[in-house]
């Protein structure tokens, strides 16, 4: 004699981290630092948002090679990869976005009257440390399902 049995199925698991605020956040945050350092280094290379060279402290000029220009598209190329990474891998990402961002607050505070920018990375630094943290549970814990 068989009894009738009921299975659970993927999609209840599925839901309930869907529902999950953490993994909300931790979505939010992944979008969010895959996609912004992905257009503001495709914007290096054309300077429609600002102008991205006046973002550059002059003795950083001093120390690259080439013009500032050029300066600002390796860091755009640097910032596109960031955000690749995030993408990818965002337990990484996370750190690679945040350490970046901490270059960018450096040259920004040796800029007068940058400081409110600085300020404003500063908040984003602190984004990018949280989105590592998120995804050190949520990003593992996804692929061990």
Do not use: C
């Not at 960018?104 to 400081?115: M, Q, T």
């Amino acid at each position: 004699m068989s009894s009738a049995t009921t299975t659970t199925t993927t999609a209840t698991p599925r839901r309930s981290v869907l529902t999950d605020p953490g993994y909300q956040a931790f979505v939010i945050l992944r979008t969010g630092f895959t996609v912004a350092p992905i257009l503001f280094g495709l914007d290096k290379f054309t300077n429609l948002l600002v102008d991205w060279p006046t973002y550059l402290a002059p003795w950083i000029d001093d120390v690259v090679p080439g013009s500032v220009q050029a300066a600002m598209y390796a860091v755009g190329v640097i910032e596109i990869v960031a955000g690749i990474v995030v993408a990818l891998a965002p337990r990484f990402g996370g750190w690679l976005v945040a350490g970046w961002l901490v270059g960018i607050i450096v040259n920004l505070l040796s800029i007068p009257g940058y400081y409110d920018i600085a300020l404003r990375d500063f908040g984003l630094l602190l984004g990018a440390v949280a989105l590592a943290r998120l995804a050190q549970r949520y990003h593992g814990a996804r692929k061990s399902r």
